[in-house]
Protein backbone atom coordinates (compact mmCIF):
# COMPACT_ATOMS: atom_id res chain seq x y z
CA UNK A 1 0.00 0.00 0.00
CA UNK A 2 2.53 1.90 1.22
CA UNK A 3 4.45 1.92 -2.84
CA UNK A 4 1.29 2.66 -4.42
CA UNK A 5 0.51 5.93 -2.39
CA UNK A 6 4.08 6.89 -3.04
CA UNK A 7 3.77 6.44 -6.58
CA UNK A 8 0.30 8.62 -6.82
CA UNK A 9 1.89 11.37 -4.34
CA UNK A 10 4.44 11.59 -6.78
CA UNK A 11 3.02 11.65 -9.61
CA UNK A 12 1.14 14.93 -8.28
CA UNK A 13 4.14 16.45 -7.05
CA UNK A 14 7.23 15.90 -8.42
CA UNK A 15 8.49 18.47 -11.36
CA UNK A 16 6.10 20.97 -9.66
CA UNK A 17 7.15 24.83 -8.85
CA UNK A 18 5.71 26.66 -6.62
CA UNK A 19 4.03 29.85 -7.16
CA UNK A 20 3.10 31.17 -3.76
CA UNK A 21 2.31 30.23 -0.14
CA UNK A 22 -1.00 31.49 1.55
CA UNK A 23 -2.67 30.62 4.84
CA UNK A 24 -5.98 29.45 4.50
CA UNK A 25 -8.28 32.10 5.78
CA UNK A 26 -12.08 31.73 8.44
CA UNK A 27 -13.36 32.02 4.69
CA UNK A 28 -11.59 29.06 2.51
CA UNK A 29 -10.87 27.16 5.61
CA UNK A 30 -14.30 26.81 6.43
CA UNK A 31 -15.22 25.72 10.52
CA UNK A 32 -11.96 24.76 11.26
CA UNK A 33 -10.17 26.76 13.97
CA UNK A 34 -6.27 25.79 12.87
CA UNK A 35 -5.62 27.41 9.40
CA UNK A 36 -2.47 25.96 7.93
CA UNK A 37 -0.17 26.90 4.94
CA UNK A 38 -1.17 26.29 1.63
CA UNK A 39 1.28 25.81 -0.82
CA UNK A 40 0.26 26.83 -4.77
CA UNK A 41 2.28 25.67 -7.70
CA UNK A 42 2.75 27.11 -10.89
CA UNK A 43 -0.29 24.73 -12.97
CA UNK A 44 -2.66 26.03 -10.42
CA UNK A 45 -3.07 22.59 -8.20
CA UNK A 46 -2.27 23.47 -4.29
CA UNK A 47 -1.69 21.41 -1.35
CA UNK A 48 -2.15 21.97 2.80
CA UNK A 49 -1.59 19.77 5.63
CA UNK A 50 -4.64 18.60 7.80
CA UNK A 51 -4.94 16.56 10.74
CA UNK A 52 -6.18 13.66 9.41
CA UNK A 53 -7.98 12.06 6.71
CA UNK A 54 -11.18 13.68 7.30
CA UNK A 55 -10.33 16.68 6.81
CA UNK A 56 -11.07 17.77 10.37
CA UNK A 57 -8.40 20.60 11.06
CA UNK A 58 -5.75 22.07 9.43
CA UNK A 59 -2.14 21.06 10.22
CA UNK A 60 1.36 22.31 10.89
CA UNK A 61 4.18 21.61 8.60
CA UNK A 62 7.37 19.43 9.76
CA UNK A 63 10.53 20.88 8.11
CA UNK A 64 14.00 20.14 7.44
CA UNK A 65 15.15 23.54 8.93
CA UNK A 66 16.98 24.59 11.56
CA UNK A 67 16.00 28.01 11.35
CA UNK A 68 12.29 27.14 10.82
CA UNK A 69 11.59 23.55 12.15
CA UNK A 70 7.51 24.02 11.99
CA UNK A 71 5.53 26.06 10.16
CA UNK A 72 2.91 26.44 12.64
CA UNK A 73 -1.44 27.04 12.13
CA UNK A 74 -2.89 30.19 12.31
CA UNK A 75 -5.79 30.09 14.73
CA UNK A 76 -8.74 31.17 13.81
CA UNK A 77 -8.36 35.10 12.72
CA UNK A 78 -5.00 35.78 13.29
CA UNK A 79 -3.81 37.87 10.07
Do not use: H
Not at 67 to 77: F, R, Y
Request: proline share 5%.
Amino acid sequence: MKKYWEKEISKFLVGKKIKRVEYLTKENGGSWNQLPLAIVFTDGSWIFPMADDEGNNGGALATSSNDLPTIPVMWGENK
